[in-house]
């Protein structure tokens, strides 16, 4: 016995699949992000529900259209509160490796995983992202993802999807009153399926690629499995299937798993372990799903907190020059030269700075006072300073010139600060500078969360209007340089991307639905991501 939440019968219509959907669906435009994804033995129907199997007829449409076609409506009836862009990526996992879909040139090089947890779901940066604005746009977009895709006859499916492809819908929100901005991201996934080689006869390269596949469908199980456990390590890192759905996986999004099973006796066996493995996934609790609504605020509200800590601070340093002034205008007073040295007990005040920098004060309460000839002690001021603090330091200068030239900070100084400063240089050029390392070069990859590094990204995602700095226009260029040639350009079904296509009996891989009315009418309306 297996107990769901929903069981369909094969009769189930596309539109009734997608009515228990609709309502996940529709919560990425309230700034959640959100995962679909499909399981299930090879020819048992997960390209049938997520893509349907034809476009021509609205009836066939599987999740996917329907999903991009709702948001659509949605936002268009949203139209008075709500400014909405949607943006879409397509990737494709393939013998472990990520392809664009979308590439402007079909070429299938290889792209890194971002892997740190990212409320916007950009686990592939470099893969190409491409405007829609309507529903079209999306059905054009998805045939030529479709045609690129890897298929191939097996056994069990004459056009088995031979990897796992994430179609990934990325919408940012701005609330027309509030200027507030939101963002939301769903990822649609269709895994390749789980097969058991021998009955699906596979030999050669197709043998290789159900290897890829099987092993990838297992690291997703041991995902699975350590999330349904609380395990301390989750193995994210042993496939690029768990990597690309980590931030789905065990993150704050709100996740749904569609199983397909096959009702032949044939496949009785397959469709137990199927069911085991759903009932597995449907025991894994992720915690509560956050919007990035709610997210915005709780930053908005850090900030506060850390603008309020430094005014504290710089107050609590004028207040202790203050008291400087007086003790020196004291000791002056009684005609005592002052003499200060590093082993002075009770040494209470930052005293100087070294020729040609800027000085700030570091102000000293109930902690061990240390003295650092540390060079970088002048970015540590720069960072903290305002122009208040020269002012009143500037004061002083007649009273330091006995005094060493040192630089004397609390110890605690730069620990206390380093989550705050993270915070405040928040998109600055040296955070914009990390963002353009990573997304330039070879991806690192990890499961750490970086909650200061993520939300860089999301300000990448979808430049602000009104502040670009450069990195984004940089980003904005590398975008458009990927966007699909028209694709009238291309003769014949298929892309020349893999090899061998043209005869799909000896091919390990064809691609599926490349039609050539379909992709020039795609060309025609592509549009670049502004
Ligand atoms: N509910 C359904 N009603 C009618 N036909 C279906 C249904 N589900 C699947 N099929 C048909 O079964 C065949 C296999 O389906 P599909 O290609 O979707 O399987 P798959 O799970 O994606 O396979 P693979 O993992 O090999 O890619 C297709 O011809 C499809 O049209």
Redesign the pocket.
């Given at each position: 016995m297996f107990k769901f939440n929903k069981v369909f019968s094969?009769t189930?219509t596309q539109e009734e699949v997608f009515l228990d959907t609709q309502p996940l669906i529709r919560s990425v435009l309230d700034g959640y992000n959100v995962c679909i994804f499909?399981y299930?033995?090879?020819?048992?129907?997960?390209?049938?529900?997520?893509s349907g199997?034809s476009t021509s007829s609205k009836a066939d449409w599987g999740v996917n259209y329907r999903a991009l076609n709702d948001l659509f409506h949605l936002s268009r009836n949203r139209k008075g509160t709500y400014m909405y862009e949607v943006g879409v990526q397509m990737v494709e996992i393939y013998n472990e490796q990520v392809r664009d879909l979308l590439a402007s040139d079909g070429s299938q090089r290889k792209l890194g995983i971002w892997s740190i947890s990212q409320p916007n779901g950009l686990a592939v940066p470099d893969a190409s992202m491409l405007p829609v604005k309507s529903t079209q746009d999306v059905l054009e977009l998805m045939q030529i993802g479709q045609a690129n895709r890897a298929?191939g006859a097996?056994a069990?499916?004459?056009?088995?999807?031979?990897s796992h492809s994430v179609l990934t819908v990325h919408v940012r929100g701005v609330d027309l009153k509030t200027e507030a901005t939101l963002r939301g991201s769903l990822h649609l996934v269709?895994?390749?399926?789980s097969?058991r080689v021998d009955r699906s006869e596979a030999t050669g390269d197709r043998l290789k690629e159900a290897q890829h596949i099987n092993k990838s469908l297992s690291a997703l199980g041991d995902v699975i499995s350590a999330l349904a456990q609380k395990s301390n390590h989750v193995p994210y890192r042993n496939s690029k299937l768990t990597q690309v759905l980590q931030s789905s996986l065990g993150g704050q999004a709100k996740t749904l798993m569609f199983v397909?099973i096959n009702p032949d006796v044939e496949s009785f066996s397959e469709t137990i372990s199927t069911l085991k493995f759903a009932e597995r996934v449907s025991g894994v609790e992720l915690g509560a799903a956050r919007s990035s609504k709610e997210g915005k605020d709780v930053r908005e509200l850090m900030e506060q907190v850390a603008s309020l800590k430094e005014t504290i601070a710089r107050k609590d340093e004028e207040i202790e020059q203050l008291q400087e002034l007086k003790d020196i205008g004291a000791q002056r007073h009684g005609n005592n030269l002052l003499r200060q040295s590093s082993s002075t007990p009770g040494f209470q005040s930052l005293v100087a700075t070294q020729p040609g920098r800027r000085l700030s004060g570091v102000g000293m309460t109930n902690t061990t006072n240390k003295i650092l000839l540390d060079p970088e002690c002048s970015d540590y001021s720069d960072r903290h300073s305002d122009p208040g603090s020269h002012q009143s330091m500037d004061d002083l200068k007649p009273h330091n010139e006995n005094l060493e030239q040192i630089k004397l900070v609390r110890e605690d100084a730069r620990p206390a600060f380093p989550a705050d400063d993270e915070l405040l240089r928040f998109g600055d050029a040296d955070s914009e500078e990390r963002l353009s390392d990573i997304s330039d070069s070879v991806l690192s990859m990890g499961t750490e969360t970086d909650g200061s590094i993520s939300s860089v990204v999301e300000f990448t995602l979808f430049p602000e209007s009104n502040k670009q700095p450069q990195i984004k226009t940089e980003k904005i260029t590398k975008v458009q340089s990927r966007i699909p040639k028209p694709l009238q350009q291309k003769k014949g079904p298929t892309p020349s991307v893999r090899p061998k296509l043209n005869n799909p009996l000896k091919s390990p891989s064809i691609r599926k639905g490349a039609t050539t009315q379909a992709s020039t009418s795609a060309g025609k309306s592509l549009k670049r991501w502004q």
């Open positions: 094969p189930a499909a299930g033995q090879t020819g048992s129907g997960k390209t049938y529900t997520m199997p298929v097996t069990l499916n004459e056009r088995s999807s031979r269709d895994l390749a399926g097969e397909q």
